[in-house]
């Protein structure tokens, strides 16, 4: 079975420039996630989706990020514009889950790490 | 904000010797999640204990969940340098708007000599 994979895996911008990340999840998989990664802490949780809307973005900066999930299956998180804050390694997870009152483990792609100088 | 909070933040052992790890929370939770996040393979799942279960095994790990406490630990029993890696407890928050959403500690880092 294939992971879920992510790409790109390096990413180098300048700050005020726009990246962008895609995921592709594991097949059937109803829910995917984007977390964000700071170096030497745990991941934090930006934006979940539930076939192809969003369940909990709370945690969003709306401001810069964004992120869409067309057709239920791939998802793009963009930054615009990015700020030297936003460094770190944005993690894509899916899980079975298909209703939102059973817990799931968590399947985890290996990761995108943005440097913004 | 960080619902689970590792203790300790770091850990140093040598091969051959056990791995205690704690994991503290704040809210009342459906279940909690263990990960192992290393260089090459980055964050794997490794273990779930629901809120109803005290203690759960796989393999080399065993888990204990104390929800009077708030409280959970990982034991890795026969450690093995392949171990060296960082360890989150993950929580799933009891909260029915929460829906299926973790929240992660700090992270335990664990190295294993060999």
């Known amino acids: 079975e294939a992971g879920v994979a992510q790409s790109p895996r390096y990413k180098i911008i300048e700050k005020r420039q726009s990246v962008a990340f895609w995921c592709n999840p594991i097949?059937?998989?109803?829910?995917l996630y984007w977390y964000q990664q700071i170096l030497g802490q745990g991941p934090k949780l930006l934006i979940q989706?539930?076939?192809?809307?969003?369940?909990?973005d709370s945690q969003l900066p709306k401001d810069r990020f964004s992120a869409e999930r067309l057709k239920g299956v791939d998802s793009t998180l963009k930054i615009q514009p990015a700020k030297l804050e936003d460094s770190a390694v944005y993690l894509c997870?899916?899980?079975?889950?298909?209703?939102?009152?059973?817990?799931?483990?968590?399947?985890f792609g290996p990761g995108t790490r943005l440097t913004v100088t | 904000s960080q619902q689970g909070e590792e203790d300790p933040q770091a850990l140093s052992i040598q091969e051959g010797e056990n791995a205690t790890m704690n994991c503290s929370y704040k809210?009342?939770?459906?279940?909690l999640q263990w990960y192992r996040q290393n260089s090459g393979r980055g964050l794997v799942h490794l273990i779930l204990?629901?809120?109803?279960?005290r203690e759960k095994h796989s393999g080399r790990l065993r888990v204990t969940l104390d929800t009077s406490k708030k409280s959970s630990s990982l034991l890795i029993t026969a450690s093995r340098a392949a171990d060296t890696a960082s360890y989150f407890c993950?929580?799933?928050?009891?909260?029915?708007?929460?829906?299926?959403?973790?929240?992660f500690g700090g992270g335990t880092r664990v190295l294993v000599k060999p």
């Open positions: 204990i629901r809120s109803n279960e």
């Open positions: 989706f539930q076939n192809n809307g969003v369940v909990d």
């Open positions: 997870a899916s899980s079975l889950a298909v209703s939102l009152s059973i817990s799931y483990e968590q399947y």
């Open positions: 993950a929580t799933d928050p009891a909260s029915k708007a929460a829906g299926n959403k973790l929240t």
């Open positions: 097949s059937g998989h109803a829910t």
């Open positions: 809210t009342s939770i459906n279940n």
